[in-house]
């Protein structure tokens, strides 16, 4: 510890900090423009000068350490003078237009200006560049610059995309893209926040509003299940624009593309107004009493034919703990059955379970934080970046402190860009890669150096015999030695970390893998912090607790849309099998087959085309609600706009439903259903450590009629159906496409941007084809997201909760 | 793009790839005698760096050239001392002569000029560098005859 | 009771002083105008009915969509809002003023920068409905031809004070401006 003086206060302060962050700790104010917490520090605005008794000259606070003894002041006539002038020429060629700018009011220079700036100018002189006005949704005016460097920075250091910089050189230099191109990056939109001026915009907000007339509320994202706080800035109840607060909610302020420019979901042209029921195989618009009592008849009928294990429930990762917890209530109290499930059944349900038959644990809370500080990082087959950005973000954060990344992963990631060491291996290998560890691991006898006993050591070591690294070598295509350096390393290292993702619409990953790094973490002497597994979308975890699964015995996931006739009747709340789970083709079977499909859903989605009766919802934000987040942390979210049509919330749905079926479900009002579920208890089980042996074995080899493997997965800009019906978001990616590696490309003769076929033992789709060397030769990647693609109807599923990666064909249509 | 196995080599003396952004830069530049953008790209490449981060650095310095040079370039000085000596009339004798504007390449490729800021010949002052040669005590007649040494 | 109060009462002194008074009234010119027969003049600045300068060189109103007076506005009766044109230039699509709300400051008129927004002299707007009162864009406008016009930029040269150049305050900062030449 040392002690400063600052404006004649005493101060504590620890060593390493800089005379800004010991004042920002203390309230006490220093002006800064170029200054941002995530960065390092730059220097370059120099109004963050402060007077240091002792030194001759004016230090930048933001770049000077504390230093025990040291007596600042931050306010005197000195200082008062040379920031005067530095704004002054700072103002030298600032246009002001802050009558049409849309900063006007939130902006750092405009306020700094009217704090300390001098009301006249000495000096003039005008940029001419180009604003910016065809980016998707980025709006650079770089006239209004005033090349603090912050985007840049964020961009780069933080974000590690690295897509704009300072071109050019004193008075014509300006924010731009390499080649004064289009900017086309994965538009997180975090230089639009981290600009404290007006050079950089959020392009939906451009022109709607002034700073003043808007009000703000913080909510939580709909997405991710890192569940980053938004604030969400309204004007006359409707949704302009969000930010991200720095220091505010789990993120500290970070935010995503989709966080960021996705809200707008709810203003889809698609989203339901009234309830619709099916009249001579048409749907037709009806008011909700007839919807609800047709519903109540036909489930009535449905129960009293059939019984009520004929029926089943498919729950919503995205709604609110509320309306999950309900539906359950619903299925089990009124139907009586226990066929509920969930879209975590197709990913994070399989990485539960690994973990339970290793750690013993029912719940893996992932920590944000986890990867900061380790010696060594792996990421195994997962794009975090995209899936979880803001968790992604901080695999960035612990490379730049010093922690080795390792990234295992046949896609050229923003990870495997920016890792210290990117083992670029064949889709769906991954497990391989972490048998071989182990297998090294035993063979090195670093468990035995731990002293520790775990059951199961010798079924193991013999199940994972195979994995020498000859073979790992030939099954990843790494280079042996490559294998055996990176083995070391992760071995030898003091600390380490694994993280993936066991994700829905992803096909590289299974139960095995989970197994296997457990596995290989026990035998290292790691505990369950040590494997970092984060659900997949906002209340995946959420709805998991609330028990939306079967539990006493009821038909999952699998069975009731993978076997035709295995019920009679599905109620599915707030999602679209039909475009988000595999085996499209299947799953459309089962629906026919049904005597009754209710969909509840905020939109017409896929799905819901082919429902008995669909339902409007109100949609995030419309309805108050809670998320529980892949840290297990329940976040509220509030009601901030009034539902679109007639919508209500989905408890409310079925609760009126249940009403008209004469059932009490015992819940009238919101705080009610609240005050219940803060009484179901998580169970998240007994730590008891097992190593359990481990197949590894892909279900679909590539032969040589199905050349090449498909991978599955969600993108940047897209998780989910979701995203999909947002506008802004669909300015930068609206159509499917399928990444082919260039030789494949010139092996098949694809063109970029040339549609093709993709053929799969299941069936073809067309889809446009992008030539990019971001995925290896022998594979394809597909987004799932896009409904008009279809690509679902190519892939399996695996009710065994393996790797279920697609071997497929591919050839240029016509 | 012989350049890039130079580069391979320069990598090994920096403790990271950003680290040898400049030295890169340079041998991509003594390749073409200026930086296209292939050659930002193939660096950015190399070094896995974004081409903005490439590009950002090179147009910050001035000796990296961003469009095509004439064979040999022609570095003039123009400061306090050899704009006393008469380096100015040397700028418009050059002008005059082969038809050369400070920044600009004469039509047949076969000079660029560039207008630089002191080399640190005061004493025998004007002075100039044509590509890597050093030329001093500068006037009108001597310039021509230097500069007719080089096709 | 003094006599002199009695003598008052008796001869009602007090009732005879008032009606010498309406007597001598009754011999001068009426002061009463005859309103609305008889129109009394406002003059410039007086703070009457809302306008929107129109703007000479384009034809379409001055304000840019700023806001600056839907943010000083006391009672919260001017509404904005504005888009992005077809050459990504701001555009006011709507400027409305809820007329009925309004409390004649005239606060809007010192905050605009561009001298946009006018209260002009005419006061004679009673009307039957309250959306007669609810000013949008176009109204506005009109409002301007009809009862502004030339007067106005005369009313913005002579009379209107404090101009938006007269502002500084101690510290000299208010607005920043550039030295002129």
């Known amino acids: 510890m040392i002690e400063l003086t600052i404006d004649g206060k005493k101060i504590q302060a620890r060593k390493g900090m800089t005379i800004l962050d010991v004042a920002r700790e203390n309230n006490i104010y220093i002006p800064h423009l170029c200054w941002d917490r995530r960065l390092k520090p730059y220097g370059g605005c120099r109004l963050c000068l402060v007077e240091v008794e002792g030194q001759r000259k004016l230090m930048a606070a933001c770049s000077t350490p504390?230093?025990?003894?040291?007596v600042v002041h931050t306010d005197t006539p000195t200082l008062r003078k040379a920031r005067k002038t530095v704004l002054e020429l700072l103002l030298v060629h600032h246009p002001l237009d802050c009558p049409i700018c849309d900063k006007a009011g939130e902006c750092a220079l405009q306020d700094l200006a009217y704090k300390y700036g001098p009301s006249e100018g000495r000096f003039y002189a005008e940029r001419?560049?180009?604003?910016?006005?065809?980016?998707?949704?980025?709006?650079?005016?770089?006239?209004?610059?005033?090349?603090?460097?912050?985007?840049?920075?964020?961009?780069?250091?933080?974000?590690?995309?690295?897509?704009?910089?300072?071109?050019?050189?004193?008075?014509?230099?300006?924010?731009?893209?390499?080649?004064?191109?289009?900017?086309?990056?994965?538009?997180?939109?975090?230089?639009v926040d981290a600009c404290p001026v007006g050079a950089l915009g959020a392009k939906p907000y451009k022109y709607r509003a002034r700073a003043w007339f808007l009000e703000s509320h913080d909510s939580i994202c709909p997405y991710c299940s890192v569940g980053c706080t938004l604030t969400l800035d309204l004007r006359e109840g409707k949704i302009l624009r969000v930010r991200g607060v720095d220091g505010k909610g789990v993120n500290q302020g970070d935010l995503c593309g989709k966080g960021r420019f996705g809200f707008d979901f709810i203003y889809g042209e698609s989203r339901l107004k009234t309830p619709l029921v099916r009249k001579n195989g048409e749907l037709k618009e009806v008011s909700w009493e007839e919807a609800l009592y047709y519903v109540a008849e036909r489930l009535k009928a449905v129960l009293k034919d059939y019984g009520p294990n004929s029926i089943g429930a498919i729950g919503s990762a995205r709604a609110s703990l509320e309306d999950n917890y309900m539906l359950q209530k619903f299925i089990r109290e009124v139907i009586g059955t226990d066929n509920i499930d969930t879209s975590a059944r197709l990913g994070y349900a399989w990485a539960l379970k690994g973990m339970e038959e290793t750690y013993g644990i029912k719940l893996n809370p992932i920590k944000l934080e986890s990867p900061i500080g380790k010696e060594v990082v792996l990421v195994l087959e997962s794009d975090l970046t995209s899936t979880h950005p803001i968790f992604g973000l901080k695999f960035l954060e612990a490379k730049n402190e010093g922690s080795h990344l390792m990234v295992v992963e046949p896609r050229r990631t923003k990870l495997a860009r920016r890792s210290s060491e990117w083992l670029r291996i064949k889709p769906g290998t991954g497990t391989a890669y972490i048998l071989g560890l182990i297998n090294f691991a035993i063979k090195e006898g670093v468990h035995l150096k731990k002293e520790m006993e775990i059951e199961g050591l010798d079924e193991l070591s013999n199940a994972v015999a195979e994995f020498t690294p000859e073979k790992v070598a030939e099954l990843t295509g790494l280079d042996k030695e490559r294998f055996i350096e990176s083995a070391r390393r992760f071995i030898n290292a003091e600390s380490r970390l694994i993280a993936l993702t066991v994700g829905a619409a992803e096909n590289q990953k299974g139960i095995e893998t989970v197994k296997a790094a457990a596995n290989l973490l026990m035998l290292l002497g790691e505990g369950p912090d040590a494997l970092q597994v984060p659900?997949?979308?906002?209340?995946?975890?959420?709805?998991?607790?609330?028990?939306?699964?079967?539990?006493?015995?009821?038909?999952?996931?699998?069975?009731?849309?993978?076997?035709?006739?295995?019920?009679?009747?599905?109620?599915?709340?707030?999602?679209?099998?039909?475009?988000?789970?595999?085996?499209?083709g299947r799953i459309e079977e089962t629906f026919k087959r049904l005597e009754l499909l209710i969909v509840q859903d905020i939109r017409l989605s896929e799905t819901a085309k082919m429902a008995d009766v669909v339902l409007p919802a109100a949609s995030w934000a419309e309805k108050e609600g809670t998320f529980i987040n892949a840290q297990g942390?329940?976040?509220?979210?509030?009601?901030?706009?009034?539902?679109?049509?007639?919508?209500?919330?989905?408890?409310?749905?079925?609760?009126?439903?249940?009403?008209?079926?004469?059932?009490?479900?015992?819940?009238?009002?919101?705080?009610?259903?609240?005050?219940?579920?803060?009484?179901?208890a998580a169970d998240s089980g007994q730590q008891r450590w097992r190593l359990v042996p481990v197949e590894y074995d892909l279900t679909e080899k590539p032969d040589n009629e199905y050349p090449i493997v498909m991978v599955t997965g969600n993108i940047m800009q897209h998780s989910g159906a979701l995203s999909v019906m947002s506008k802004s978001l669909s300015h930068v990616l609206s159509d499917a496409f399928v990444q082919v590696s260039p030789e494949d490309a010139e092996r098949f003769g694809v063109e970029d941007g040339g549609f093709i076929k993709i053929a799969s033992r299941k069936?073809?789709?067309?889809?446009?084809?992008?030539?990019?060397?971001?995925?290896?030769?022998?594979?394809?990647?597909?987004?799932?997201?896009?409904?008009?693609?279809?690509?679902?109807?190519?892939?399996?599923?695996?009710?065994?909760?393996?790797?279920?990666?697609?071997?497929?064909?591919?050839?240029?249509?016509? | 793009m012989e350049f890039l196995k130079e580069i391979e080599e320069i990598l090994n003396r920096y403790p990271d790839r950003q680290g040898a952004l400049l030295p890169s830069l340079y041998v991509a530049q003594k390749?073409?005698?200026?930086?296209?953008?292939?050659?930002?790209?193939?660096?950015?490449?190399?070094?896995?760096?974004?081409?903005?981060?490439?590009?950002?650095?090179?147009?910050?310095?001035?000796?990296?050239?961003?469009?095509?040079?004439?064979?040999?370039?022609?570095q003039l000085c123009t400061n306090v001392a050899c704009m006393v000596m008469g380096a100015e009339r040397l700028v418009d004798l050059l002008k005059n002569k082969y038809g050369l504007e400070p920044g600009g390449t004469t039509e047949d490729g076969r000079f660029s000029l560039v207008i630089m800021e002191c080399i640190g010949a005061c004493d025998k002052a004007p002075a100039m560098l044509v590509d890597t040669d050093f030329h001093a005590d500068l006037n009108e007649k001597r310039i021509i005859e230097i500069l007719e040494s080089y096709k | 009771m003094t006599v002199q109060e009695l003598f008052k009462k008796i001869f009602f002194v007090e009732i005879l002083k008032g009606m010498a008074l309406t007597l001598s009234r009754l011999f001068t010119k009426p002061v009463t105008r005859r309103y609305p027969k008889e129109k009394r003049p406002a003059q410039l600045g007086f703070r009457g009915l809302h306008a929107l300068v129109r703007n000479p060189a384009t034809g379409d109103a001055k304000c840019v969509g700023c806001g600056l007076c839907a943010a000083i506005c006391p009672?919260?009766?001017?509404?904005?809002?504005?888009?992005?044109?077809?050459?990504?230039?701001?555009?006011?699509?709507?400027?409305?003023?809820?007329?009925?709300?309004?409390?004649?400051?005239?606060?809007?008129?010192?905050?605009?920068?561009?001298?946009?927004?006018?209260?002009?002299?005419?006061?004679?707007?009673?009307?039957?409905?309250?959306?007669?009162?609810?000013?949008?864009k176009e109204k506005l406008l009109e409002n301007w031809d009809k009862y502004m016009g030339e007067k106005g930029f005369e009313y913005f040269d002579k009379f209107w004070n404090p101009k938006s150049t007269h502002f500084t305050t101690p510290e000299g900062q208010a607005i920043w401006r550039r030295k002129s030449g």
């Not at chain 1, 609760?655 to 919101?670: C, K, S, T, Y």
């Not at chain 1, 409904?787 to 790797?803: C, D, F, I, K, Y």
């Not at chain 3, 005419?122 to 409905?129: F, I, L, N």
């Open chain 1, 633 to 680: 942390i329940p976040q509220p979210v509030p009601k901030v706009v009034s539902p679109t049509g007639d919508s209500i919330p989905d408890w409310q749905i079925l609760r009126n439903i249940a009403r008209v079926m004469e059932h009490d479900l015992g819940v009238i009002e919101f705080s009610a259903l609240k005050e219940e579920i803060a009484k179901v």
């Open chain 1, 128 to 191: 001419k560049h180009e604003p910016e006005a065809t980016s998707a949704l980025i709006d650079r005016n770089p006239n209004r610059c005033i090349l603090c460097g912050r985007c840049v920075r964020v961009c780069w250091e933080h974000q590690g995309v690295g897509a704009i910089n300072l071109i050019g050189r004193g008075f014509n230099t300006k924010i731009s893209p390499a080649f004064e191109e289009t900017l086309d990056c994965e538009f997180c939109g975090q230089c």
């Open chain 1, 66 to 70: 504390a230093d025990n003894g040291m």
């Open chain 2, 31 to 74: 390749e073409y005698g200026w930086l296209s953008q292939e050659s930002y790209e193939a660096v950015a490449q190399a070094l896995n760096l974004p081409p903005a981060t490439v590009k950002g650095v090179a147009t910050f310095y001035a000796m990296y050239k961003h469009k095509p040079m004439g064979r040999h370039l022609i």
């Open chain 1, 763 to 814: 069936g073809e789709v067309f889809i446009k084809a992008r030539v990019s060397d971001e995925v290896p030769e022998g594979m394809l990647f597909v987004p799932v997201h896009f409904a008009h693609a279809r690509v679902n109807m190519l892939t399996t599923a695996s009710p065994e909760g393996r790797a279920h990666l697609t071997a497929v064909r591919i050839e240029p249509k016509g």
């Open chain 3, 75 to 136: 009672s919260r009766c001017i509404y904005i809002y504005t888009s992005e044109g077809p050459d990504h230039q701001k555009v006011v699509d709507r400027y409305e003023i809820e007329v009925l709300r309004c409390v004649y400051c005239a606060f809007c008129v010192e905050a605009c920068p561009f001298g946009a927004v006018v209260l002009t002299p005419h006061y004679e707007y009673a009307d039957y409905s309250r959306e007669d009162f609810y000013m949008t």
């Open chain 1, 535 to 584: 659900a997949d979308y906002s209340n995946t975890y959420g709805a998991w607790l609330m028990g939306l699964r079967p539990m006493n015995g009821g038909k999952d996931l699998y069975t009731m849309l993978y076997e035709p006739g295995a019920l009679k009747a599905l109620y599915v709340m707030g999602e679209d099998p039909l475009v988000t789970m595999p085996d499209a």
